[in-house]
């Protein structure tokens, strides 16, 4: 048997191999070990030939899904080994084999889930011919993959993981050739890695796996790049699986540019899907927006929230469907109770592929479909082509609801192995049998009276236990009264234990009884999943077509609720906001949330330099005008009275900063990384929020730095931006570039307290307040004296305009807007081979260096 092991051992040596051992499930040698130590059993030992006892520990069979649970949240990958045969009628060794493997990417069961995240393993390739990532969640059937080429290649990877948040990652190459993406994984992610195994991406294959897939798929138009990656996840897929996964049929193909790109910083600044202090839902953007009912529908939202669209049609298709929602009370009111019972069909149907569905899978499968006519019935009336669509394509299932009803019973027992789910009535076979068994127990208790009427033993009893099946027990004062027909079967200290032929030919029956009907209802009950799997298509059509409802009645109730109102989205220049409120920060606050306007273009008002103290607001008011814009294009309604957001292609936030101690980068540094990667990729299309730039290093320096990327910002890129500071000396920028306006929180200054009213108003702050920021903070009042004697005699021995500290020229701080880009021209000029660089190549060459200028 260990040889058996071992064998089956040596193809999984990077799983934990449970081993189907009787009733148990056990582990080996270091997997005894590493399972002793996560799931807490006692470890023990078992001769395996050797010296020393193999370590060795196990769980029951029938509840071993906690235990893989847990091994495979925290990281580790399981192999379940099966006895493929009866062990009763087996030959020698009992012959076993792998029949599934859990990883954390590729997990199905609903006990190992968050309802409301997909669950993603993704794939990564890079090479000569470009690079791309496949993102597959085989526990709904969604696979996806987007091309990720350029010179800036790695920081689209991480921008894509972190929307995504795989749980399992494979790439085709070794991190350690890219830097910065194994540095975010090791950092940032908590997933699994299985690094460099090019052997899953090699084309000719790939291509082979997404041609068989994807049948309607034109695999020889996809860029090769792209077709390595999703090959390779299918691979992966179709390995664990260990079954056929047709069922994933459409690959969803996007461009990173085709959605509104958010980069990794960006979306932890704003606080999408997860707060930055907890790093738990509540307190983001995502929690404020989910009031869904279904688990589709929570992974749809989220989707959308991780995903705006830059496509204003989109966009509008969207708003228009949640428009017909927010304004009919009764129809979102009906839609909300209507959906509250409709169960998670994406894994429903996920697990009937994987033959892992049981009855009560399937009367959930029922209950969601019984309430899909009414839920249709619902949405009739609506106009909206999105909801239209949804009505169309979503099909009622209505005999597959009731062939579910007719044969399973309501409360159906957990396991299909041992009868008792069948519906009476719907098979005449399985209704006989049951009648045998019913009147098998009659017709013991009619013997047991007719023996002791026979006998004369009235203490005489039929019974019955595993080792002898049924008998007839006298006690040793009746001994004499025994009729020679009965047999001895066993000699007890007080009785005696017999058979009779009559009485075997019953138990005969009976027993035969039971265990065929329990074979004939798993049969039966493998017939009808292996019908609903006929019937997949269907079933997936329509948990999309709830998943979609469900996340649009969502951003309609979350409008009805808050108070939001639809913006006009288009492809304009113009961010035009009346009274907008932060989403997230009003829900926490007692006092009425303070709203405030936005003006942005790309001409007179492109860059609003923001000045103030801290704890005024500056920071909730920029993430608050990103946010606006985000959920505009996430299709939902905002929070304002009125609002006019013109699609931007992308949005950066450099909020905040902190030392990043695991990759030994300081706080400056990581701030200068993350302006660089801005002005790289920012556009006159974006949005960008900077709060604070140059405030890890020297006053001089961070001003300096400051000032440039505020004229270089304004004057090259010309993007919408909101620029928070505490440099007072750049405010003199107002008129001198174009397209900077100067804007302050306003406060009021009564003695020596301060009151912040929260209000942003055009002009520069006439003071920083910091002293009085130090008051309301509870500094000792000796410091606070002290503070102002020093501020006192500092300002006295400054010039009168050193005092007013206006801002130096361009010329006096030697800052041009090229200094921002002479360092990349020139990496770039010695980069190239002067031997081995061709006339077109090089005009080419000239073309990128002179768009940098």
Known sequence: MMRQYFEIKNQYKDHILMYRLGDFYEMFFDDAKTASRVLELTLTGRDCGEDERAPMCGVPFHSVEPYIAKLVNNGYKVAICEQLEDPATAKGIVKRGIIRIITPGTVTSSEMLSEDKNNY??????????????????????????????????????????????????????????????????????????????????????????????PSCDVSALPPALVCAVGAAIDYVTETAKTDISYIDTLSLYEADGALEIDANTRRSLELCESMRTGEKKGSLLWTLDCTKT???????????????????????????????????????????????????????????????????????????????????????????????????????????????????????FSIREGGFIKEGYSKDVDYLRSVMKDGKRWISEL?????????????????????????????????????????????????????????????????????????????????????????????????????????????VAAEKYGYVR????????????????????????????????YLDTMKNRLLLITGPNMAGKSTYMRQVALITVMAQVGSFVPATEAVIGVVDRVFARVGASDDLASGTSTFMLEMNEVSYILKRATKKS???????????????????????????????????????????????????????????????????????????????????GIEVAVLAGVPKKVITRAREVLADIESKMPERQRTRPAKSLEDLNITME??????????????????????????????LKGML
């Open 121 to 214: 393993v993704c794939s990564i390739y890079a090479g000569s011919d470009g690079a791309a990532l496949c993102f597959a969640d085989v526990s709904t059937g969604y696979i996806g993959a987007c091309p990720v080429d350029g010179d800036d290649a790695q920081r689209r990877m991480i921008n894509e993981l972190a929307a995504f948040c795989p749980k399992e990652i494979i790439t085709s190459f070794p991190l350690s050739e890219q830097p910065s993406l194994a540095d975010y994984i090791k950092n940032r992610m908590s997933c699994t890695v299985n690094e460099n195994e090019p052997e899953r991406f090699w084309e000719l294959k790939a291509a082979s796996l997404c041609r068989k897939q994807f």
């Open 295 to 413: 688990a589709g529908g929570a992974r749809m939202l989220r989707k959308w929230v991780e995903l705006p669209l830059c496509s204003v049609a989109e966009i509008q298709r969207r708003q228009d469907a949640v428009s017909d929602l927010f304004s009919d009370f009764m129809i979102r009111e009906e839609l909300c109770e209507g959906l509250r019972g409709v169960l998670d069909l994406e894994r429903l149907a996920a697990k009937l592929v994987y033959e892992t569905a049981n009855a009560r899978d399937l009367r959930a499968i029922a209950q969601s479909a019984s309430k899909l006519p009414h839920v249709r019935e619902l949405i009739g009336p609506c106009q909206s082509e999105m909801l239209r669509s949804i009505r169309d394509n979503t099909d009622d299932l209505s005999d597959l609801c009731e062939l579910i009803e007719s044969a399973i019973v309501e409360e159906p027992p």
């Open 448 to 556: 047991e009276a007719a023996e002791r009427d026979k006998t004369g033993i009235k203490n005489l009893r039929v019974s019955y236990n595993r080792v002898f099946g049924y008998y007839i027990e006298v006690s040793k004062s009746f001994i004499s009264q025994v009729p020679d027909r009965y047999i001895r079967k066993q000699t007890l200290a007080n009785c005696e234990r017999y058979i009779t032929e009559e009485l075997k030919e019953l138990e005969s029956s009976m027993l035969g009884a039971s265990d065929k009907v329990v074979k004939l209802e798993y049969d039966m009950f493998v017939e009808i999943r292996r019908h609903l799997c006929d019937n997949i298509a269907r079933i997936r059509a329509s948990a999309d077509g709830i998943s979609r409802l469900d996340a649009l009645l969502s951003l309609a």
């Open 567 to 598: 913006p006009e989205v288009n492809y304009g220049d113009v961010i035009n906001i009346k009274n907008g409120r932060h989403p997230v920060v009003e829900r926490f606050t007692e006092e009425p949330f303070v709203p405030n306007d936005t």
């Open 687 to 769: 949005l960008i929020i900077y709060d604070e730039i140059g405030r890890g290093t020297s006053t001089f320096d961070g001003m300096s730095i400051a000032r440039a990327v505020v004229e270089y910002t304004a004057s090259k890129i010309g993007c919408k931006t909101l620029f928070a500071t505490h440099y007072h000396e750049l405010t003199e920028m107002e008129g001198i570039v174009d397209g900077i306006v100067n804007y302050n929180i306003a406060a009021k200054k009564r003695g020596d307290t301060i009151s912040f009213l929260r209000k942003i108003v055009k002009g520069a702050a006439n003071d920083s307040y």
């Open 819 to 848: 200094t921002v880009v002479s360092d990349e021209i020139r990496e770039a000029v010695e980069a190239v081979d002067l031997n081995t660089t061709t006339p077109l190549e090089a005009y080419d060459l000239l073309r990128k």
